[in-house]
């Protein structure tokens, strides 16, 4: 009697672990896509930047981090079609023969051009697009001495 029950229980536990790798195995795909709601799609970074239009000319100035206090900053405005310019700012390392502290650095850059005082301004960090949060700074007052104060 008691082989008989022991072969029933060893039957029905086969018959299950069958079912289930049938449903793994057969019913679902082995790599499954991902659908619409599983792909994240990643915020472009933000720059925030002073600006000012004064005179008919825009002034952009800011402030980036760099990975050491020797890499240098360069700003400069370049135009995308009649209605928007790009600010293009490059940060390049030191020499690699130049020994420098791997210290987080604050560089400001600052950047002048002649345009309508409707042009869209797009920035980019060596080649890489970043939204820009602008803060305006009013005509007559020094960009330069203008404090931007973020809470958050």
Known sequence: MKNKIIAIVILVVLLVVSIYGYEMIFKKPLV??????DIVEVPMPTLDVKT????????VA?????????????????????????????????????????????KKFKVSFKAPQDVEMKAFINGEEYKINPFEVPAGQNIDLFDISIKG
Do not use: F, L, R, W
């Open 62 to 106: 800011g402030t980036i981090q760099t990975p050491t206090p020797c890499h240098t900053v360069a700003a400069q405005a370049e135009p995308m079609g009649t209605s928007t310019y790009a600010i293009n700012i490059s940060v390049a390392a030191p020499a690699s023969d130049v020994m420098c502290a791997q210290v987080i650095s604050d």
């Open 52 to 59: 000012q239009y004064q005179n008919g000319t825009h002034t």
């Open 32 to 37: 499954e896509s991902p659908t619409q709601q």
